[in-house]
């Protein structure tokens, strides 16, 4: 049973399979085929909403033709939203290494297993010891420059999408996979709230969120066609780099 009281998917299934089987062998009992049919139906509508929801808190709606509601949605950002994230990013670039190391050392707070990825980072305990860390600086100052890119070019989807999608193509080859791209732009959004402050607004945020749902599906892409790639021509995995 899920949090929320509906059945998990696979729960439904077992439990599903389990009653068909009980109803097989208990035919012959006066009353047992009504109340297996009674407790079938139940299940069965569980198993639906159940496949409903968790569509909906995990956000990945079910894919059709076309393209998706995010991917639309960036790609008609009114000029309005694009003047808020412009406007906002000038006060965030004010503050460009300090947002960009607090939103690592955040990411490593909140999914420490994403220091794997950097060997220079993944046996620090002491989090404290990354702020003042030249290294994690660098990086910060490196994602942060892939952000300011993003944003000179949201008016210019073309580039944009070059520039997302090579970006996922080097993470293949840095072996980060895309389950932590979504991460960094969570922890981004923590971290310039306090340096907005009250210029941050409920769609302000809707507007970077957006951004950083497509940028991450871009670089998902360049992901899967790089690996794709590598598959293709061979390419051994100890060739490829394992830390960033």
Not at 1 to 12: A, I
Not at 104 to 111: A, G, I, Q, S
Not at 142 to 158: D, G, N, T, W
């Amino acid at each position: 049973m899920t949090r929320s009281g509906v059945l998990d998917v696979t729960e439904s299934h077992s439990c599903l399979n389990v009653h068909v089987q009980r109803r097989k062998r208990l035919n012959h009992i006066p009353g047992a085929q009504t109340f297996l049919s009674v407790c079938l139906n139940y299940f069965l509508v569980n198993f639906a909403v159940a496949r409903t929801m968790g569509c909906a808190i995990s956000g990945l709606a079910p894919k059709t033709a076309g393209k998706s509601k995010t991917e639309d949605s960036v790609a008609h950002l009114s000029k309005e939203q694009i003047e808020m994230i412009k406007e906002s990013w000038k006060v965030i670039q004010e503050d460009i290494a300090k947002v960009g190391i607090i939103m690592f050392v955040r990411l490593f707070e909140t999914h420490p297993e994403c220091k794997d990825v950097f060997f220079l980072f993944r046996d620090v305990e002491d989090l404290d010891r990354l702020r003042t860390s030249r290294e994690l600086r660098s990086h910060g100052l490196r994602v942060m420059s892939f952000i300011e890119k993003s944003v000179a070019r949201l008016e210019q989807l073309e580039r944009l999408e070059v520039l997302a999608v090579e970006l996922g193509r080097s993470h293949y080859r840095y072996n980060a996979p895309p389950k932590y791209y979504s991460y960094v732009g969570a922890e981004f959004i923590c971290a310039v709230q306090p340096i907005l402050k009250e210029r941050w607004t409920p769609e302000l945020e809707e507007a970077w969120k957006t951004l950083f749902l497509y940028l991450t599906r871009l670089m998902n892409q360049g992901y899967q066609e790089e690996r794709n790639r590598h598959h293709q021509v061979g390419a051994s995995p100890n060739e490829r780099n394992t830390a960033l």
